[in-house]
């Protein structure tokens, strides 16, 4: 078995609120275009929340 599902599934980091070890990273885009990935409670955080990242 090849380990290629991993990226689906990661420990990541929210850059909005510096939660560690998130499972599951929902990617939002900000207002010049750059996507990052947050968790579930910033998935629906403001908009220029996002952008102050
Ligand atoms: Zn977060």
């Known amino acids: 078995m ?3 599902r991993k990226s689906k599934v990661c420990n990541g980091t929210c850059p909005i609120c ?8 929902y990617p939002r885009a900000k207002t010049n275009g750059t996507v990052v990935t947050v968790c579930k409670k910033c998935s629906k955080a403001d908009q220029n929340k996002l952008d102050a990242v």
Do not use: G
């Not at 510096?18 to 990273?25: C, E, G, V, W």
């Open 2 to 4: 090849r380990d290629e």
């Open 18 to 25: 510096n939660s560690t070890r998130i499972k599951l990273l």
